[in-house]
């Protein structure tokens, strides 16, 4: 009997693999143009009762019909709501899933109770205590009484995100709060609102090439501001192209250029150094050497020279992709998956640079000291008056992306001090197809960080360097040592890297014309 019955099971387990792939622990049966529940060795939970299950990348309970009708049956495989339905919705929120019934939708519970309705013409799941209804053509929001809590007078609500939800009157787009008062009135033409959590409101125009307005909703009324900066075009730094690429005052010191491409090195870095490797590559490569710009995120491993920032450039490097990268010291994170590879960086310091902290240049704060800094990051300093300036209000300090350059530099600024967890409303876009980046929201209570030259000359950004410690972050004070926080920046290989024309680059980087590239495109040189 045993053996039969693993036989069978064998079969079973051999007609399932030929089936979608469904929820985890759990597969849909077919026999006979009907479908059973079974778990994954094969055991069926119910009867070949149903004309579908639905437990495609969901958890129990799982929506079955049955003639017609729709239900819900739980990991054992009984009918926790029962198929007597019109129509269900595949999942539940908030304890609840739409049903129709006799043509009304109305909300059951997990127990398979109608608690609300069925009153309505369509409905939508629950978001933070309310529920998109429409009712008589209009939609409106009722909360888990059944009781509206905004009446219908919309064409269309959608769901609640941090307190306001999008809706849509008479073709345009706007958002309520949940009293149904206009947070942003309905101004908009075929665009999508999106509210990130700390209140930053980002309009996007699909039809206008992905364009994009910004409001800030933290006071409770919406007020339109601009993002530090509009993006970089690093087209102006590219070898043999860009107008702003370093040159030397004399003929290179190299015997002469190579011309083997397939040995050069494979150049990476930040987007803060590209001024500064790009100009290595015009001085030494051959002319037929070009940039290769990312394409759907993805990078030409054969390219000689690309941008791809810190954390990427890490990894290729790490990966065997690029031979050397220019960035600033790695992360810990970065120092882990070098260690986890069995490969170890060779680190060739070659400038120094301002790490610079940034506030909108309407804010009447001039300096800042490092323990001042540290206060903000770590949460202990949370609102301006704090720091002696009134009628601003909280401080909203901005981070970057974990394992970037400039917040690798900020950690490393904090030392034990913890980091608190950074805000998640961070403005993010796409840099001409170049390349991606993260700055900071221009907002008068605002603070972040950059790398002086990349703030001031390659983004070109109307914000406010800060003092810090009463030292201004010039290039002056960062070569007489004065200003309290500089990064170095390094050119870095992995060891053990026998291409002869790295080391020859590398060497040729460390001399005079190298360094003078570096001071000409914006960076203190190394010296030591």
Sequence with gaps: MLKIKSILSTLLILMLATLPALSEGFQRVEKDGRFALADDTGFLLTDYIYDDIYCYDTEPPFRVSRDGHAGYIDEAGYEVVPAIYDALDVSFREGVAPARLNDKWGYVDEAGRLVIGPWFDEVDQFSEGLAGVEQNGKWGYIDHTGRFAVEPRFDFGGWFHNGYAQVHLDGKTGLIDKNGAWALEPEFDDADIHMDDDGLISVIYPDAGDSFRYFDISSGT??????????????????????????????????????????????????????VYAAFCQAVYPKATRYTRLVDN???????????KTNRAYERLIQGDADIIFVAQPSDEELDMAAEEGVEFDMIPIGREAFVFIVNKDNPLDSITVDQIKGVYSGQITDW??????????????????????????????????????????????MGDILDTVEYRNLPNAIGYSFRFFCTDMMGSEVKLLAVDGVEPTEANIRNGS?????????????????????????????????ELVEKSGYTPWEG
């Design 222 to 275: 919406a007020v339109e501001v601009k993002s530090v900066g509009s993006g970089i075009d690093l087209s102006d730094y590219m070898p043999f192209e860009g107008k702003k690429v370093a040159t030397l005052s004399e003929e290179r010191t190299l015997d002469k250029r190579i011309t083997e491409e397939q040995t050069l090195p494979r150049l990476d870095g930040a987007t803060a150094l590209f001024p």
């Design 483 to 515: 200003y309290p926080i500089t990064s170095t920046v390094y050119a870095i290989r992995l060891k053990g890297n026998d291409n002869p024309n790295v080391v020859a680059l590398l060497d040729w980087i460390k001399s005079p014309q190298g360094m």
């Design 385 to 430: 008056s704090q720091l002696g300036v009134q009628g601003i209000g909280p401080i909203v300090a901005y981070q970057r992306p974990k394992n970037s350059g400039s917040q690798t530099a900020l950690k490393a600024l904090m030392g034990d001090t913890p980091l608190m967890e950074a805000p998640k409303g961070v403005v993010a876009w796409d």
């Design 298 to 308: 993805e990078v030409n491993t054969e390219a000689l020279i690309t941008c791809t």
